[in-house]
């Protein structure tokens, strides 16, 4: 549907440009290559009424047709003046339209600012002919199309730097005016007494004073009326359209969060350092840091006052979960603190208020903005381990909550091995096809980038580890933490202590 939708823009806008200021040979060539006006109006009909109350959700087709009809007829008005006398000049008009206005049409694109100008500038055009139509003839009667290339220049820069400027505002007021104008005028061709902006002379004669007198039809003033009342109809509708998706989108963000754990104070700094690199990255969603009773009062205190200044910006909050230990026949634990938190993990499972959840261990920095992670389609995410490569690492999970699923990894716990005696390796024995299931579920490891990996591979083979490109997040795996040996800093360790110390300098900083 989306397809059809940016086809059926351009044809509008370029129905009605053409029919405002498109040379003769290109509309009604006397070659094959023309364009009935009927067919034009009934495209105007048809497709006005869409562009009037959707305009706006097409707003890239708007600026690519802009650019197009912008270049084509410049192009072809040249060739139409420079080779007036050859036979061979209505087919090269055609041509040089579509090769220059694809050409402009892909700048217009590009150049984005650009291209909200073209689009502006159109619907000021579109103005400056209606109006001249409806009085500014009468400033200048002798030479009616003096007063209309002021006003076309005139409007056509002011909407056009405004919609540069401000965007959304005067793009909604565009496309709902021109919507209205191709509407009334596909009407306007069928019932007749529509007058053509660009050709005002065939409504005048000359008094015996000498003076011109214009007798626009009446009729005119009803295609006026019915032009404004459908633009004022469509700008309604289409802010109530933004507006319910805005809605709509806030209710999506409210239902997708960042997740983090923190099984004891020893934590806290790593907490500390994850939200803030998540603020830094401009996170979209909120952060919801799960501790266990095992963290003090005091400690969860201070990370509340650690993340008032970020909640502007990035939302956080605290909230307690069940410790989920380690099953006692589990003997290879490397990590003492597992024993009675190290699946409190699975928590994440039962959170079913949220609709996506993307969680990332505590030890872990965020390098680059990584909300498309919500968008992906699987239930279950995750990236591949250092080794081996068909497990994965639990560090970071995108997770879509179900209770029943949650239940099930509860009721597994204590049935299926842990080959490192936490919860990556109960994971990847819960989930054993993740390699070769869906791509969805497999995540790129720039996506969970392991420290581990690079003390492999950077002295002698550096090559492994700057190939991890696009690197979002780096994941402090093993140990000792960052924090937990202050006199170890390799390049990451220095890395992570530079976003540690520049969050505890937010007091300091421009906007806190």
Known sequence: MEKK?????????????????????????????????????????????????????????????????????????????????????????????????????????????????????????????????????????????????????FFGILFGFLASMVEKPVVILATSFIGATGFVWGVGYFIGKYPSGADLKRFRWKNPSGDWIYTIPKAWWAYLVVTLLLFLAGVVVQYHSIFLDLDRSKMNDARRVYATLITSDAYVMGVEALAYSLFKANARYPLLVL??????????????????????????????????????RTEHVHVAGWVNSGYSKLNIFALEEFEKIVYIDADALVLQNVDELFDRSSSFAAAPDVFPPDRFNAGVLVIQP????????????????????????????????????????????????????YWLVNAKNPGYWQAIQPLKILHYSSNPKPWEAPDRKGDLEMLWWQVYTESRCLGFLPGF
């Open 5 to 153: 939708q940016s086809v059926m823009l351009p044809l509008l806008l370029a129905v009605c440009v053409a029919q405002v200021v498109a040379p003769a040979t290109v509309l009604h060539s006397t070659t094959k290559l023309q364009v009935a006006p009927g067919i034009a109006a009934v495209l105007a009909i048809f497709l006005g009424l869409f562009v009037c109350f959707y305009g706006y959700k097409l707003l890239r087709p708007a600026i690519f047709l802009c650019g197009f009809v912008t270049g084509g007829l410049l192009v072809a008005l040249i060739i139409q003046y420079a080779f007036a006398s050859m036979a061979w000049m209505a087919t090269a008009s055609w041509i040089g339209f579509l090769v220059a206005g694809g050409i402009t049409g892909c700048l217009a694109l590009w150049l984005y600012n650009v291209g909200l100008f073209l689009v502006g500038a159109l619907s000021g055009i579109l103005l400056a002919f209606m109006l001249n139509t409806s009085f500014g003839y009468r400033i200048y009667p002798s030479q009616p199309d003096v007063m209309l290339v002021i006003m076309v220049v």
């Open 291 to 328: 501790h266990t009773p095992q963290v003090t009062s005091a400690c969860c205190e201070k990370l509340a006052r650690f993340f008032q200044p970020l909640q502007a910006k990035l939302p956080i909050s605290l909230r307690c979960v069940p410790e989920i230990g380690i099953p006692e």
């Open 402 to 453: 179900n209770t029943d699923l949650f239940e099930a990894l509860v009721a597994k716990a204590t049935v299926l091995p842990s080959y490192d005696g936490g919860d990556t390796g109960f994971l990847n024995a819960f989930f054993p096809d993740w390699f070769h299931s869906d791509p969805a579920s497999r995540l790129p490891f720039g996506y969970n980038a392991q420290r581990t990996m």
